[in-house]
């Protein structure tokens, strides 16, 4: 018997089997369910990416407007706050890894969540950027005045001496179903200036710079005694004895 005359001889038993619409429900859903069970996860956890990564990039416009909008200097205690913000924003909860968590999902990382502010002013004698302040809450460190040239090319045109706020966020993403999908971390960045003063003010711990030109009585922080500032803190300068006073071509 020819291969033709075989496939001749089934093609009424098949056009029988294909019309059939019996059959047993049971087996079927055992071929099916699984399929649909994967596809099911698979598209919940690629929505559920997109959907954490809006909510992330939302938190972020949040603290960036909210830095634009303040006409007083921040503080250390802001800072804290923000962070706290993002954290309720991004429903990521408080804390750090447990050693059982990094040994699990194989991170580096401390804290599920991060938030660095910096704000970065333009010079256009030299057509660079530099740092003001940076603050950071979680693992990365503040931003130094090499690291910001990296970031030119995400920055706008800025007058001479404008300043940008710079807001970046780290939130750590583990899927909740293994569906081709490693964990991984969503990254926010957005800037603005401010809108309605011309610069930001860090309040920093005494010494450090806050941005805050001396001879400005309200400035946080302290001056030395020698340098004839009103914010002096480190002694009683009323009678002028330790102003460095100019003495060459005075004295004979």
């Not at 200036?193 to 302290?222: K, S, T, V």
């Amino acid at each position: 018997m020819t291969i033709k005359n075989l496939i001749f001889k089934r093609l009424p038993h098949l056009s029988r089997f294909a019309l059939r619409n019996d059959g047993y429900v049971t087996l079927e859903a055992m071929i099916v369910l699984p399929a649909l069970v994967l596809i099911f996860t698979g598209c919940w956890v690629y929505f559920d990416v997109f959907r954490q990564q809006g909510v992330n990039q939302k938190a972020n416009y949040v603290i960036g407007d909210m830095l634009s909008r303040e006409t007083d200097e921040v503080d250390a205690t802001y800072i804290d706050n923000s962070y706290n913000l993002l954290k309720v924003l991004t429903r990521t909860g408080d804390g750090t890894y447990s050693e059982e968590q990094v040994s699990e999902i194989s991170t580096e990382d401390t804290y599920p969540t991060d938030l660095r502010i910096t704000v970065v002013s333009y010079k256009s004698a030299n057509s660079k950027y530099s740092v003001e302040w940076s603050e950071a809450r979680g693992d990365p460190e503040p931003l130094t005045d090499s690291d910001v040239q990296d970031y030119s090319d995400r920055l706008p045109v800025l007058a001479d001496g404008a300043q940008v706020i710079i807001v970046e966020t780290w939130d750590d993403y583990y899927p909740l179903f293994r569906v081709g999908l490693d964990a991984f971390t969503i990254r926010a960045y957005s800037f603005t200036q401010p809108r309605y003063a011309p610069q930001l003010l860090f309040a920093g711990e005494e010494g450090e710079n806050n941005g805050w030109g001396n001879g400005d009585q309200d400035a946080p922080g302290g001056s030395l005694c020698n340098n004839n500032a009103e914010n002096a803190t480190d002694c009683d300068n009323s009678d002028g004895s330790y102003n460095n006073e100019p003495t060459s071509g005075l004295d004979s």
